[in-house]
């Protein structure tokens, strides 16, 4: 779909305007006629959007090398009018800026100019003024949408936006994933197909907090071509969900960029599609198999500094709960 990339940009440049003119080209046309890509005399990039006489004006300069403003502008014909002009004020920041452009041509075909400038440019904001980050493992990747699944499949449904992105954790580094004051979560998300398999990193990841009780949530997933979740999707899903809440989609974003993620890379992302094999909750018992400190009379052999080892539930005839339904108020 995109309309963007270097031959876009190489065909602006290959005539570029003099003195105070831009050269102005609508990159998406069979998305948006009305959204339009300019370069200016000195090779600037910008993004202009006409406005009716009732549209809103908007000025906005939070973002770090992004900025939006309502100018007053004489077109080729002659006519003057208002535009919307996003800018990209630095040359680093091109490919970001590329993608917002992307976007800002699907919402801006569906809603007011400056409601969907708005919009997208919160969206973007956090991520633009990060630093660029690399494309995330597979590995990452699967747990990172192990974790997006439970907040949006498993605590969204159960409690508010601002208490559900509060106890989301992982990316900041605490012990378990999930965490509040009597309960924590540790999530597991796995491709192993033989059965409900997942690798279990340290002693202490399945110990109790202090107060309260510690839950294991696990997610088998599978790759395939035709299946239709994958973790770009599920960032946005889980975004829509709490975006009427800023406090909770700040602490949402901030928790992406913890993680590592950046939509910069929801191209490579999209590649691998997830279909999901099954899902449960399970409260960690005294029953339930696992290794701890415990298991070595307190401390581990000489020699031994750390253990991780492979947790196989297929044998497990414990409680488990198979959707947020059903945990209900165990979890809450």
């Known amino acids: 779909m995109s309309g963007f990339g270097g031959d876009f940009w190489r065909a602006l440049e290959a005539t570029l305007p003099t003195g105070d003119d831009w050269r102005v080209r609508p990159p998406m046309p069979e998305v948006c006629t009305r959204f339009l890509a300019s370069l200016s005399a000195s090779g600037e990039r910008r993004f202009l959007i006409p406005l009716q006489p009732e549209e809103e004006s908007l000025e906005d300069t939070r973002s770090r090398g992004l900025s939006v403003r309502t100018l007053e502008m004489v077109e080729e014909g002659g006519v003057a009018g208002r535009f919307l002009v996003v800018e990209c004020r630095e040359v680093g920041g091109y490919e970001l800026f590329d993608l917002v452009g992307e976007e800002l041509a699907t919402v801006v075909a569906v809603q007011p100019p400056a409601t969907a400038v708005t919009r997208v440019l919160a969206k973007w904001r956090r991520f633009w003024g990060q630093v660029p980050r690399s494309l995330l493992s597979r590995q990452e990747q699967i747990g990172l949408f192990g974790e997006i699944w439970f907040l949006y499949h498993w605590l969204l449904p159960l409690t508010t936006a601002g208490v559900a992105t509060q106890r989301w954790r992982g990316p900041f580094g605490a012990r378990n994933d999930f965490e509040w004051p009597n309960r924590a979560v540790e999530v597991k998300a796995s491709t192993v197909v033989r059965g409900p398999v997942f690798r279990i990193g340290s002693l202490d990841q399945l110990d109790p ?62 590649q691998i599609r997830w279909r999901i094999i099954g899902e449960k909750l399970y409260p960690v018992s005294e029953d339930f198999p696992r290794i701890n400190a415990a298991s070595f009379a307190g401390e581990l052999p000489p020699g031994i500094s750390e253990i991780s080892y492979t947790l196989d539930l297929g044998g497990y005839r414990g409680l488990s709960y198979e959707n947020c339904a059903a945990a209900g108020s165990s979890l809450i």
Request: aromatic share 10%; hydrophobic share 40%.
């Open 209 to 270: 907090p202090t107060t309260g009780e510690l839950f294991l949530f696990t997610l088998r997933l599978r790759e395939e071509a035709s299946a239709i979740f994958t973790l770009p999707t599920l960032i946005a899903d889980c975004r829509a969900a709490v975006e009427g809440d800023g406090d909770a989609l700040g602490r949402y974003e901030t928790a992406l960029i913890q993680a590592g993620y950046s939509p910069a890379h929801d191209a490579d992302y999209a």
